[in-house]
């Protein structure tokens, strides 16, 4: 991670795991991270090694190699209860807000866009095409649009 040459281990080490509390905000929307909502995270950060930003690509090879471990860690270490892991959760992602500023204003723009992508992604693990299908247009209740 060369672009990264600057930043200290503890933030190297903090922001290869961006992804996984990205995953786990978008997954705590429902309570808890399920099967289906880590095997859907495991394998976007896999995706994003190969169809990021290129000012991201290594970032992604190396979030990617230790994903699966990562989120598995934060799943076992954050709090059970919901309101306790989101606050947790989004008091993490300000502490690494900070570390991807370090790397400048047009890095976290790329950074901030990606982890979009990541909630978005993760909170649609349970979305079924067949809805999509049947119920074209949002319906409040029914589809979650």
């Known amino acids: 991670m060369n672009q990264f040459k600057n930043l200290s ?4 080490e ?12 978008a997954a705590n929307s ?21 169809s990021c930003d290129p000012m991201l690509s290594d970032f992604y090879q190396e979030a990617d190699q230790v994903f699966d471990i990562n989120i598995t860690q934060l799943d076992n270490d954050l709090p059970k209860d919901v309101k306790s892991r989101d606050a947790v959760i989004r008091n993490e992602l300000l502490n690494l ?7 400048g204003k047009k890095y976290a723009k790329v950074m901030h866009k990606s982890m979009k992508s990541f909630t978005d992604h993760v909170s649609k693990a349970h979305h ?14 029914l589809t979650d649009k």
């Open 9 to 12: 281990l503890p933030d190297n």
């Open 128 to 141: 079924n095409v067949l809805v999509d299908f049947l119920f074209p247009i949002p319906i409040p209740g």
């Open 30 to 50: 429902d309570d808890k991270l399920d099967a289906t909502e880590k095997k859907v995270a495991i394998k976007f950060a896999h995706i994003k090694t190969f």
């Open 97 to 103: 807000d900070k570390i991807v500023l370090k790397l």
């Open 14 to 25: 903090a922001l290869l795991k961006f992804p996984a509390y990205i995953s786990m905000l």
